[in-house]
């Protein structure tokens, strides 16, 4: 996932290292906020999404509802390439 650009080398260790120690799932519900995060403050720059259809949809995240919604935003930016 590291070569594809889905996650940081810092990532993949904390995911690593979560698993050890059992606290895989909320690292990587971590690492997936900020990632929906990411997503949909391009959304916004681009116009494709309000502040407010923003700030409702990081508290559906933040609530723990899938963020499988955010695939309506558009492309995903990889993390590589400045997104």
């Known amino acids: ?3 594809t650009g889905r996650l940081t ?4 260790a904390r995911l690593i290292a979560a ?3 059992g606290g895989f799932e909320d690292a990587a ?13 391009a959304a916004v720059e ?4 309000t502040d407010e259809d923003a700030r409702a ?10 963020p499988r919604f955010l695939r309506g935003l558009g492309p995903c930016r990889r993390i590589g ?3």
Do not use: C, F, K
Request: aromatic share 0%; net charge negative; glycine share 12%.
């Open 57 to 66: 949809l990081l508290e559906r995240l933040e609530s723990g509802e899938d």
């Open 19 to 21: 698993a050890d120690s």
């Open 81 to 83: 390439s400045g997104g």
């Open 46 to 49: 681009e116009g494709s999404l």
């Open 29 to 41: 519900r971590e690492i997936q906020l900020r990632h929906a995060r990411a997503r949909v403050s």
């Open 1 to 3: 996932m590291v070569r």
């Open 9 to 12: 080398e810092g990532e993949a």
